[in-house]
């Protein structure tokens, strides 16, 4: 299969989703299993990471410039999946060797792309790669955390409030008495 049979089978409507899952893993799913598994130094996580590339590949193939240069859009996706990944989880290791026997590779990421109960799964992996340049290929995720700050912000601003508060109810609760005391 040509990658311009490939990107018409991912981009039609026509082909279920798990045959053109399969056959966009069979093309490519050997070279980017390995690609995960050096940046991340974790085969677990590279199964993840794998699959995630594989759905926001799917949901946006439409961005793909042109179909000869699909296998170097796809490792660009698989990398800014990575460097999402790798952000997120500093428990990665930093150096690791490629593993030898990658047979189950294929089962375990199929079982976690084409289920219809994942649905949502799916959706919520399309969305979160939705960040592509104008020359259609994915940018590099924003800094570790940028995009999570307000997030990260509602705990110390829920601690602010609360300290504000208690300030407040101590100090009228001062008031009271040391109003009477000077006479007021």
């Known amino acids: 299969m040509t990658d311009r049979d490939l990107l018409h089978d991912l981009c039609s409507d026509r082909v279920p989703s798990a045959e053109a899952y399969e056959r966009l893993l069979d093309a490519y799913g050997e070279e980017l299993y390995r690609r995960c598994v050096l940046s991340l130094c974790d085969r677990d996580a590279a199964h993840v990471?794998?699959?995630?590339?594989?759905?926001a590949a799917r949901a946006h193939i439409r961005r793909l410039p042109d179909a000869d240069r699909m296998g170097e859009w796809l490792h660009a996706v698989a990398e800014s999946e990575?460097?999402?990944?790798?952000?997120?989880?500093?428990?990665?290791?930093?150096?690791?060797?490629?593993p030898v026997n990658i047979a189950l590779v294929r089962a375990r990421v199929l079982k976690g792309?084409?289920?219809?109960?994942?649905?949502?799964?799916?959706?919520?992996?399309?969305?979160?790669?939705?960040?592509?340049?104008?020359?259609?290929?994915?940018?590099?995720?924003s800094e570790p955390g940028g995009r999570n700050l307000p997030?990260?912000?509602v705990p110390a601003l829920t601690g602010l409030l609360v300290a504000l508060a208690c300030a407040a109810y101590?100090?009228?609760e001062a008031s009271g008495p040391l109003a009477a005391a000077l006479g007021g």
């Open 49 to 55: 990471v794998l699959r995630d590339t594989l759905i």
């Open 151 to 153: 997030c990260a912000l």
């Open 113 to 141: 792309m084409a289920a219809p109960e994942l649905d949502g799964y799916r959706a919520h992996v399309a969305a979160r790669a939705d960040n592509f340049g104008r020359d259609g290929f994915p940018a590099p995720p």
């Open 82 to 98: 990575c460097l999402r990944r790798r952000a997120r989880d500093h428990r990665l290791a930093r150096e690791w060797a490629l």
């Open 170 to 172: 101590a100090l009228a």
